[in-house]
């Protein structure tokens, strides 16, 4: 059976093409429940999308984020479809960083990439036409992913494994596509995955040493293990994005960055659309509002990315766009 054409949306004129009269609906109804969820940290709606998602034909959308990025994932899929509504902006702190650094030299190390949405991103001119490495362990995700690649003139690297500590293997489990993880035990059915380390990127070859990277790690529960395994990349003008999970009252990545690691953390304060340097880990409890949403921290030793960090607190009033 031949698949389907993807819908098409784009962001920047809310112009939806290829879709049925029920698919537009859908559409309308996806939207608006983003827009209404928002108020509450977007609780109830991915389950919600993805119960509609059963009612549609299994066909993919073809998000334009910006002239230079496309971003294709499976129509109601519940994590992605916020995407439809145009005022929404995922993980709003890296935006700002991104964006800001169209003009730097760097590497993003993509980490978790799920289906590409930073990869292909930052890969685009608006962004700055970085060279990105995208680390995916999932098979299913990792089809995803590839297609994004390809939708995008496969201009970013793509490698099927996860990061840890050491190298070696791992069994990735999970029933959600953005929450899969080598982390915890391993269910029943789960998948067998390769395992390489960030300074084994240089090791290999991957990444040229003496490089400036950005590296996302957003691996479910395995940021701790990743940064042991980056400790000579992080020496350089290395940036670490980590997520820091909601639903986590200890902070456990940014107590063992603050703690255990020469780096520097940095956090974005909403209430300030400023980032602040973090010295009591009190300051995640007024941020991490919502236990169901994923905060990102930065740590760093770099100076040059300190010092960005510090510029772009500079221009913090401006509204960026993609």
Not at 89 to 100: K, N, P, R, S, V
Not at 153 to 182: D, Q
Not at 275 to 298: F, H, M, P, Q, W
Request: neutral net charge; aromatic residues 8%.
């Amino acid at each position: 059976m031949i698949a389907q054409p993807p819908i098409v949306f784009d962001r920047s004129t809310g112009v939806l093409q290829g879709a049925n009269a029920w698919e537009r609906l859908a559409a309308v109804a996806l939207t608006a429940g983003a827009r209404i969820s928002s108020k509450f940290s977007y609780r109830g709606y991915n389950i919600s999308a993805n119960i509609l998602r059963k009612a549609l034909p299994k066909r993919d959308i073809a998000v334009k984020l910006n002239p230079d990025a496309i971003f294709a994932f499976p129509y109601g899929d519940g994590y992605w479809s916020k995407l439809l509504e145009r005022s929404y902006t995922y993980e709003i702190e890296l935006d700002l960083l991104f964006q800001d650094s169209a003009d730097v030299d760097y590497t993003l190390i993509d980490c978790g990439a799920n289906y590409g949405y930073w990869s292909v991103l930052v890969s685009s001119a608006p962004f700055g036409s970085h060279n990105v490495v995208a680390i995916e362990p999932s098979t299913a995700n990792f089809a995803k992913l590839s297609n994004n690649a390809s939708l995008n003139g496969n201009r970013f690297v793509i490698l099927k494994c996860a990061v840890g500590a050491a190298p070696g293997t791992a069994k990735l489990s999970g029933t959600k596509h953005e929450a899969l993880s080598i982390a915890g035990k391993p269910s029943a059915g789960g998948e067998d995955v390769p395992v390489i380390t960030l300074d084994g990127l240089l090791d290999d070859g991957k990444i040229p040493a003496g490089g400036k990277y950005l590296v996302k790690l957003d691996v479910e529960g395995v940021e701790i293990e990743a940064i042991k395994g980056g400790a000579r990349l992080l020496q350089g003008d290395t940036a670490i994005l980590c997520e820091e999970h909601g639903n986590d009252p200890s902070h456990a990545v940014s107590r063992f960055i603050l703690e255990q690691t020469p780096l520097k953390l940095i956090v974005y304060d909403p209430h300030s659309s400023r980032y602040e340097t973090v010295v009591d880990l009190s300051i995640l409890d007024r941020i991490k509002v919502a236990s169901n949403v994923g905060y990102n921290v930065v740590g760093t030793a770099s100076a040059f990315w300190q010092n960005r960090i510090e510029n772009l607190n500079a221009s913090a009033p401006k509204k960026r766009v993609h």
